[in-house]
């Protein structure tokens, strides 16, 4: 979880992230982007606990929007 304070995710921290989901899904091909967002949206994202300090909904719009140019 990144708050405002924090980096943003590295490319390369959201390529793992995604890998990790790959293998959770059994190695099922055909899901790469899939993956990859779902790997930045956790990333990104307020936990589930709702915390106050995280990246405000444009930061995580326009990561995706770039994730899916």
Request: glycine share 2%.
């Amino acid at each position: 979880m990144y708050t405002k304070n924090d980096e943003l995710p590295t490319h390369e921290q959201v390529e793992r992230r995604a890998y990790q989901i790959y293998l959770e899904r059994g190695f099922h091909p055909d899901n790469a982007l899939d993956d990859w967002l779902a790997a930045e949206k956790e990333l990104t994202e307020p936990s589930e606990r709702g915390d106050a300090n995280t990246f405000p909904a444009n930061v995580v719009s326009s990561l995706r929007k770039h994730a899916t140019a």
